[in-house]
């Protein structure tokens, strides 16, 4: 048991464990609310607009997009790495803090992980559709085929990509599942309804909270965590490639890397932020995620921020710095200033200097203030990835094929779409998963408060 | 019962076994009764089962799924001895249409033509093309030509057409009035002749010649200064110095393709230090004035003034009379007038004006710098137009007043492009008869009471002598494709005459054409071996027919002329003056249904789809206009059209130009309603349909209007793309504008091993200097890679598929730019940027230096586009074949028959790109080795090098030291596009040389 003693309890409300179990099963015993049923008929009406989406660009083709053979990516790119950015959280709540030994992530690495889930699928679902013959998307496995046999270009980073993003996808779903195991089996053993005990038994894996079953499920999520931590910087780090290995003036830089773990952090966080900021509110779970939690929050965005800050500085000085005519274009001319002005500081401002506020207490003590910052680093995060993709390639290196880009109808669908899925995961996990891992909660309830009853739990 | 039997055993024996165990098997519908049954020793083991189960399921995915539209392919019976099934044949042939001449070669695969080239043995054209001759290929197979004839607008037979005609026609002759043959310019001797044959037999027949755009002052002035109506020969290839007043004579003017070979040839640098001077004045910027040395905007009502004014200059110089009461203008024309008389004897001024008072003054200037004889040469001179625009006025005021019985219509379409359509369309009501030859149901031809449609001239039989003595063949390379018939066979049936024309042709060509062979120097031979190499060459030349008779200057009009330059020189504040242009791709609007020359961007504007008010930058500022407003041009005679505005830098001020050849209501379903006709805004003056219109006034619509742009960009940002010097620079240092070039050649460091090219490294090499810009390249590389037509919207959405593009960029001021052309195309980069970011390894390098893409393989994530700085890739966004989205060539069968079958179409969603023409290379590399030789060099040429008329690209093997390409590679101009980026491309271009000893703007 974690005793804490400078920070105060990590846990309040004097909660005992079977009031923890009760609390946290609540929303799955019980009907859900009014709100949820609307935001569940939103957001199934969102994933119809993007099935809309999907069926116009596989029947008519790309030609559907506001891309042209100037502009080659726009949405479908800058939605990929928004929401791998977004992706993101999930793991390094878990990892970096459980590295770090922040015990207050308890209360949220469940829903952090969750939201990863969801947001790499709606991430995974891009590239795809972005194809040409999405049809033909296996062709890019190092499959042995009867076509040659044809092999695939390692060279590319678009290859090393289809190695991180699945494989962060698994190991970022396995971690999650394992832990909800232990919480599966509470499930399991509360419910009355035969359907859901086997549903929930099944997902137990026969768990009987032996010491033995402890012993196997620390061991397994401290190997899978221990793989996952090499996943958090390498997935980010090679979509950051998809651009820094070409030579579009704007991508072609070293910076690319950490840069966009960082802001993948950044966003990923935010999210949470958001998420989290939702769920106390919703569920009355301000004992389980208390001011302390956001407020820990708040405080690694301030620090997220000021390097994303140095991030922009960094492009922009070496842009001027290498003396590149097509850099210092790009940044000077169609980014600080020109076409793309207003993207480019609303990016600067919202990842930069808006979460600067959170250096004052106060603000981090204000839930709205607090709630709406997370909201404005979301989108700057989103404006991030449109300054990168589309100011580089409307007016590259040969002015002659200098081209505008604006989505179409059937782009902005497809994103809608994938909010809509993802509303709707993070809605069923509302509904069917308890929301913040128990087992673990219980783990960092305050000693003097933990009183053993045999009999509930 | 009665007993049914089959056999006699059957019926006799009466075993019932037998019937038994047949009616056994027919019951045994499950498939356990038939595994059951199957003689194993053992019942079905699971091996059989998983046999059986292994089997279904293939069977049931091999039917549902691997069905796939059958198409027949049916062999030959009776092979055509000339046919090899993929091997193309080559006819030589001649293309005349509506002035644009050339003699060319007709590539056919398999019967079907698919292509045309520039035939080298004409010593006209000398294998040039221009993007009006490539694309003519494609109006063979348009679907809006008349599939047989029509009377009064329904289908009929020639049988039942030829015997209404005759005796109407033989009505006409017994009535006394004239029966008239209204045709546009025939360069055709036997043509001619079957006119005259039908003139014989109906000799109250005129003939008038109509020109939609004519040269009509032009030959009136020569009437007028040498007693001869006729166009001289131009030879830019002598001119060092060219003054050319609105005559784009590298793009529309009289005979380009010729004038650019000839222009060209002087523009080159090789082994020769000297260059032509070329001065433009002119209203709009036309494709010549984009590439003159110094560029002079003047308003259309100037020219005169400015003319008289040189002249005077001149005789100032050369202590002749001057011309008088010539009012002063205030451009500067003592440099020009230096330069020309110190370049006399090999100087050439020319312009387009259809005004004879101007062109008497242009054959006064160019007699006092005795250029004819040297530069203009008026006894050989150019046929491709003879039509009076006097001729077609008396015409329809005749068709109007009765006078005309009968019309036949040859080749011409009154009803779009005859300023005065109303009277025609009146005069056409009043006639008995009239009749059109169009091969289409264009806007004349609607109205007639019979059409004839002729033959596609890639169907038909057919002489030419664009230029007097040089004479060419046409001859059919494919059967007729509908039920349509050569106008000179309809004429001939009509005279009563049944000989085909083919035999018609030849018969001439015996009579009048074989006797000359004397004089061009041939050994005598029978006709037959005459006729075939004749057939073979396409040409058969007898230069200098008559070559040395002097023609005396007559001066005595230039008085009249100086008074009538005078008085047009009149500004009226608070108007415009539309000049009208002719565009590169439609010219005169006859083959506005060709989506190959719709989709084809201007060279300056970089539009297509669309014709447009250019305007210049300042007056469109005084007025707030911005691109693409709509406005509404009204003339004085209060005409009016809807149009929109495109603000032109270089435009003349006060001065909007607009292209003739949009707006058909008939072309059919690529033309129709495609921009606005222009052609009803012109004036008739003094007999002459004038090329422009004065007191033209503008009012703004809220309308805005998108046009189709392939670029839209004008600067260079001030980066190295495009290098240019001036020639004085140039003589001092030869790689003056190119110093960049050392600093990185053979300096670029890169982490891999270089990839070795073994046997071949091709290599490309375009002089910037020679090329034009004039768009042939474009067309020529679209017919030889069946590369799709996108349309107006997916051309607006930057979404253009041509694999060929030439860029444009300005420099200097708005009034008085420069421009600049560069055509780019793959560059096929030793070390290319699109290769190694394909994540399946679709695009790769070859040994020889090629980039290629194996379309099968792409799955189009368009890294590559992204990463092509030059971006030359193209994305299949669409399905563009077999799409009625795209209801161009491609989505019909007859349409499609224009597809090079060496070349694949592309699927929707895969990446494209210029490939050399690897087809070609191919077929060339192959050919060498089995006839076991080395490759000599420029035996392949890709399609954009092989009609180029400007001979700017040239296509060799770098490898081999001695090549064309391996010299062009060390020249001092040559520099690699973007070398800084350190990509390696096989591309190279020579920097861009001015002629401007001191600049006069």
Redesign the interface.
């Known amino acids: 048991m974690y005793n804490i003693n400078v920070r105060g309890p990590v846990i309040q409300g004097n909660k005992d464990c079977h009031q923890v179990t009760e609390d946290i099963c609540n929303p799955l015993d019980t009907k859900p609310g009014k709100w949820w049923n609307i935001t569940f008929i939103i957001s199934l009406v969102a994933l119809g607009v993007g099935a809309w989406g999907i069926y116009y660009t596989m029947h008519d083709g790309l030609g559907t997009w506001g891309l042209n053979n100037t502009v080659n990516w726009g949405y479908g790119i800058i939605n990929f790495v928004w929401w791998i950015g977004i992706g993101h959280a999930g793991t390094a709540f878990s990892i970096f803090l459980l590295v770090l030994g922040q015990k207050w992530r308890t209360s949220i690495n469940r829903a952090a992980e969750a939201m990863t889930v969801a947001a790499v699928f709606c991430a995974g679902f891009f590239p795809i559709i972005h194809m040409g013959r999405p049809w033909l998307a296996f062709f890019v496995f190092p499959t042995p085929n009867t076509r040659g046999p044809l092999w695939i270009n390692f060279n590319s980073a678009l290859t090393w990509d289809v190695a991180a993003i699945p494989t962060y996808l698994m190991a970022s779903a396995l971690f999650w599942y394992i832990g909800m195991i232990p919480d599966f089996a509470t499930i399991r053993d509360r419910t009355t309804s035969k359907v859901k005990k086997a549903i929930y038994g099944f997902f137990s894996f026969g768990w009987v909270g032996s010491s033995r079953d402890w012993l196997r499920y620390e061991t397994l999520s401290w190997l899978v965590g221990g793989l996952m931590a090499a996943l958090v910087v390498s997935v980010h780090s090679i979509v950051a490639m998809d651009f820094a290995s070409s030579i579009e003036p704007g991508w072609h830089t070293t910076i690319f890397p950490p840069y966009f773990v960082v802001g993948a952090i950044l966003s990923g966080f935010s999210m949470v932020l958001t998420l989290v900021i939702i769920m106390r509110k919703v569920y009355h779970l301000e004992d389980y995620m208390t001011n302390s939690h956001i407020n820990a929050i708040c405080k690694i965005l301030v620090f997220m921020s000021l390097i994303m800050g140095v991030g922009y500085t960094t492009e922009i000085f070496i842009s001027w710095y290498s003396g590149n005519e097509y850099e210092m274009f790009t940044f000077f001319h169609n980014r600080i200033t020109g076409d793309f002005t207003a993207a480019f500081w609303i990016m600067l401002v919202s990842n930069a200097i808006i979460p600067q506020l959170f250096w004052f207490k106060k603000i981090r003590k204000n839930m709205t203030i607090v709630f709406l910052i997370s909201l404005t680093i979301n989108l700057g995060m989103w404006f991030e990835r449109y300054v990168i993709v589309v100011t580089s390639l409307t007016k590259d290196i040969m002015p002659a094929n200098w081209a505008e880009y604006s989505p179409s109808l059937v782009e902005i669908c497809l994103f809608i779409g994938t909010l809509g899925f993802f509303v709707l995961c993070i809605l069923l996990f509302f509904r069917y998963i308890p929301m913040i891992a128990i087992s673990e909660i219980k783990g960092v309830l305050k000693q003097s408060q933990v009183k053993t009853n045999t009999k509930n739990n | 019962m009665k007993k049914y039997w089959k056999s006699i055993e059957e019926k006799d024996t009466n075993d019932v076994s037998v019937v038994e165990n047949q009616k056994d098997l027919s019951h045994k519908s499950t498939i356990e009764d038939i595994v059951a049954d199957i003689p194993y020793k053992e019942p079905a083991s699971r091996r059989d089962f998983l046999k059986l189960c292994g089997f279904s399921i293939t069977a049931a995915t091999l039917a549902a799924s691997c069905e796939t539209p059958v198409r027949k392919t049916i062999p030959y019976l009776v092979k055509p001895e000339e046919i090899v099934p993929g091997i193309a044949n080559y006819y030589a042939s001649s293309l005349f249409d509506g002035g644009d001449y050339c003699s060319i070669l007709v590539k056919t695969r398999e019967g079907r033509p698919i292509k045309i080239e520039g035939n080298e043995l004409s010593s006209m054209t000398k294998g040039g093309t221009s993007a009006r001759v490539q694309a003519s290929v494609l109006s063979l197979y348009d679907d809006a030509r008349l599939k047989s004839p029509l009377k009064k607008g329904d289908k009929t037979t020639w049988s039942q057409v030829d015997d209404n005609i005759k005796s109407l026609l033989r009505e006409a002759k017994d009535s006394g009035k004239k029966i008239v043959i209204l045709s546009s310019t025939i360069i055709s001797p036997s043509t001619k002749s079957v006119y005259n044959d039908f003139i014989k037999a109906y000799p109250n027949t005129q003939v008038v010649y109509y020109d939609a755009i004519s040269a009509s002052a032009l030959l009136q002035a020569n009437k007028l200064s040498f007693n001869e109506q006729v166009i001289p020969d131009y030879r830019f290839d002598k001119a060092a110095v060219i003054v050319s007043f609105g005559a784009d004579f590298l793009g529309t003017w009289l005979s380009p393709i010729e004038y650019t070979k000839g222009y060209a040839k002087n523009r080159k640098l090789d082994a020769k230090k000297t260059m032509s001077r070329h001065i433009q004045f002119e209203t709009g910027m036309s494709l010549s004035g984009s590439n003159a040395d110094e560029r002079i905007p003047i308003k259309p009502s100037e020219e005169g003034v400015i003319l008289a004014n040189l002249y005077n200059e001149l005789a100032g110089l050369l202590n002749k009379k001057a011309l008088e009461n010539v009012p002063k203008t205030s451009r500067k024309l003592k440099s020009i007038a230096k330069e020309l008389v110190a370049t006399r004897r090999k100087s050439l001024v020319i312009s387009n004006s259809n005004n004879v008072h101007i062109q008497l003054l242009v054959n006064a200037v160019n007699n006092l710098l005795e250029n004819y004889n040297n530069t203009i040469d008026l006894n050989n001179p150019l046929q491709l137009k003879q039509g009076l625009d006097a001729d077609m006025d008396t015409l329809v005021s005749d068709m109007n007043s009765g006078k005309v019985e009968a019309l036949i219509l040859n080749n011409v379409n009154p009803v779009y492009d005859y300023p005065q359509v109303d009277k025609f369309i009146e005069g056409l009501k009043k006639l008995k008869i009239s009749i059109s030859f169009s091969g289409t149901l264009d806007e004349t031809a609607s109205l007639v009471d019979f059409v004839c449609p002729d033959n596609h001239y890639l169907e038909s039989w057919g002489d030419a002598e664009p230029k007097k003595g040089l004479f060419s063949l046409a001859q059919p390379t494919i059967n007729k494709l509908f039920d349509t018939r050569s106008a000179q066979e309809s004429l001939l049936k009509w005279t009563g005459n049944n000989i085909s024309y083919q035999n018609y042709v030849s018969e001439y060509w015996k009579k009048s054409i074989y006797p000359l062979q004397s004089k061009a120097g041939l050994k005598k031979s029978s006709f037959k071996k005459f006729w075939i190499k004749s057939l073979q060459d396409g040409v058969f030349e007898v230069a200098n027919l008559n070559t040395n008779k002097k023609h005396d200057f007559n001066a005595k009009d230039l008085k009249n002329a100086v008074a009538n330059a005078v008085k047009a020189n009149k500004q009226i504040a608070g108007s415009f003056e539309l000049y009208f242009s002719e565009s590169i791709a439609l010219g005169n609007g006859k083959h506005a249904n060709n989506p190959w020359l719709q989709e084809l961007p201007d060279p300056i504007t970089k539009a297509c789809w669309d014709n447009y008010a250019s305007i210049s930058i300042p007056d469109a500022k005084k007025l707030g206009f911005k691109n693409g407003d709509v406005v509404v041009l009204s003339t004085k005679n209060n005409k009016k059209i809807e149009i929109p505005v495109l603000l032109q830098p270089g435009q003349a001020q006060g001065a909007l130009s607009i292209a003739l050849g949009f707006g058909r209501k008939s072309a059919g379903k690529v033309g129709n309603n495609v921009g606005q006709n222009v052609f009803a805004l012109a004036e008739v003056k003094g007999g002459n349909t004038t090329n422009f219109i004065t007191e033209v006034k503008l009012a703004k619509t809220h309308k805005n209007h998108d046009f189709a742009l392939t670029?839209?960009?004008y600067?260079?940002?001030?980066?190295d793309?495009i290098r240019e010097t001036t020639l004085a620079k140039y003589l001092k240092n030869p790689t003056s504008g190119n110093e960049k070039h050392e600093k990185y050649k053979g300096k670029i460091k890169s982490l891999y091993e270089a990839r070795p090219h073994i046997g071949n490294h091709w290599g490309l090499s375009i002089d910037l200097n020679s090329c034009t810009a004039c768009g042939n390249c474009i067309i020529a590389c679209q017919a030889e890679n069946n590369v799709p037509v996108v349309g107006k919207d997916?051309v607006r959405?930057?979404?253009?598929m041509h694999w060929m593009?030439v860029?444009?960029?300005y420099s200097n001021s708005v009034d008085t730019p420069e421009v600049l052309h560069?055509p780019?195309m793959c560059q096929h980069c030793d070390s290319a940027?699109c290769e190694?970011?394909?994540?399946?390894?679709a695009t790769t390098h070859s040994k020889d230096g090629l980039n290629n893409i194996a379309y099968n393989?792409?799955?189009?994530?368009?890294?590559c586009?992204?990463?092509c700085?030059?971006?030359v890739?193209?994305?299949?966004?669409?399905?563009y074949t077999e799409s009625s989205k795209f209801d161009f060539n491609m989505n019909s069968d007859l349409g499609r028959m224009v597809l090079n079958p060496d070349v694949v179409v592309r699927?929707?969603?895969?990446?494209e790109k210029c490939t050399m023409c690897v087809q070609r290379i191919q077929e060339g590399t192959g050919k060498a080795k089995q006839e076991n030789r080395e490759l000599e060099d420029g035996e392949i040429t890709p399609s954009c090098v092989q009609s180029c008329p400007a001979d700017a690209l040239i296509f060799g093997n770098m490898n081999d030291k001695n090549s064309r390409i391996s010299k062009k590679l060390e020249d001092e101009r040559t520099y690699h596009l973007?070398e800084e980026?350190s990509?390696l491309p096989s591309v190279a271009y020579q920097t861009k040389v001015r002629n401007q000893p001191n600049k006069l703007v």
């Open positions: 670029q839209t960009h600067s260079m940002e001030g980066r793309i997916e959405r930057r979404r253009s593009r860029d444009r960029y560069l780019v940027p190694n970011v394909c994540p399946v390894a393989r792409c799955i189009g994530t368009r890294y586009m992204n990463n700085p030059y971006k890739r193209r994305f299949n966004w669409y399905a699927v929707r969603g895969v990446v973007l980026m990509v």
